[in-house]
């Protein structure tokens, strides 16, 4: 089956720092790539969507410049959470398509635990 | 925004017993699917269910979709202390992503 991963699995990082997390598809080509954050007991709310070589399209209430998401390459895309803040401290989850048609299956990553002191 | 509705938010059972989780959502689908979490974990796609399906099974899983009800329930038969994890219902509905419902806690007792 498709396998998603996600680098580092979890990171402490001191607050105004940046920290970039990666999202791999190892076994596919994501035309497609998804980030979402969970807080705790909390569902997962959609950030962006990126598609392969183009910006990525955020949702409302996501400040683009402090979620900086680029997708490179059809097996690639990273999140940076830009000055991070205590705020900012979740579970970000990482999701890759491998199709164009938005039914196409979502395939997920483990998550990245992020702590900010 | 979010999409589906679990109830109940939290639900504990006896192993053996059967839990059932229902979803709601507000808007056409073209699917819905279900999806597992262990505490800190990430998601394990469980089922999905096309919006021209009622009903269908997986093991120990059945899940329903009410279209007219705009509602799908998942069924848990004979659980064990190893379902214990949160439950999302997460829906499609034309060209957007995955949409998640707020989650079921499931605790099964030994």
């Known amino acids: 089956g498709a396998v998603v991963s996600q680098h580092p699995s979890w990171v402490i990082c001191k607050s105004g720092t940046s920290v970039k997390i990666e999202c791999r598809s190892l076994d596919f080509q994501a035309t497609t790539m998804f980030w979402y954050r969970q807080f705790p007991k909390q569902s997962l709310m959609l950030m962006a969507t990126s598609n392969e070589g183009s910006k990525a399209t955020y949702e409302q209430g996501v400040e683009k410049d402090k979620f900086l998401i680029n997708h490179a390459s059809l097996t690639l895309s990273t999140l940076t959470v830009t000055s991070a803040h205590p705020e900012d401290s979740s579970f970000y989850i990482c999701?890759?398509?491998?199709?164009?048609?938005?039914?196409?299956?979502?395939?997920f990553g483990p998550g990245t635990r992020l702590t900010v002191l | 925004s979010q999409q589906g509705e679990e109830d109940p938010q939290a639900l504990s059972i006896q192993e053996g017993e059967n839990a059932t989780m229902n979803c709601s959502y507000k808007t056409s689908i073209n699917n819905l699917q279900w999806y597992r979490q262990n505490s800190g974990r990430g998601l394990v796609h469980l089922i999905l269910?096309?919006?021209?399906?009622r009903e269908k099974h997986s093991g120990r899983l059945r899940v329903t979709l009410d279209t007219s009800k705009k509602s799908s329930s998942l069924l848990i038969t004979a659980s064990r202390a190893a379902d214990t994890a949160s439950y999302f219902c997460?829906?499609?509905?034309?060209?957007?992503?995955?949409?998640f419902g707020k989650g079921t806690r499931l605790s099964v007792i030994a």
């Open positions: 269910i096309r919006s021209n399906e």
């Open positions: 997460a829906t499609h509905s034309g060209n957007t992503p995955l949409v």
């Open positions: 999701s890759a398509r491998s199709g164009l048609d938005a039914t196409d299956t979502q395939y």
